[in-house]
């Protein structure tokens, strides 16, 4: 499957996320794949297509913004694991 072979995979029948554990390890690869991730939720396109590339943009300005202003946290508190 798909899902044993990637970093993370959207399905959009469940709209769920899955991350592989590995990514789990560091904080860098979890982030990148989660943004990448959430880019195909909200998007709704795939790699390489712009509206998907414009989207992690975006998703990745507001995890720095979060961030910044210490909401990250919160955000993360909230997030179903």
Do not use: C, N, P
């Amino acid at each position: 499957s798909d899902r044993v072979r990637t970093a993370g995979l959207y399905s959009r029948t469940t709209e769920e996320v899955f991350i592989a554990s590995d990514q789990l390890e560091h904080g860098r690869s979890a982030v990148d794949t989660v943004i990448h991730e959430m880019a195909h939720h909200v998007s709704g396109a795939e790699d390489l297509e712009e509206r998907h590339a414009e989207e992690m943009t975006r998703i990745a300005a507001r995890v720095v913004e979060a961030t910044s202003r210490g909401k990250f946290d919160d955000l993360m508190k909230e997030a179903s694991w």
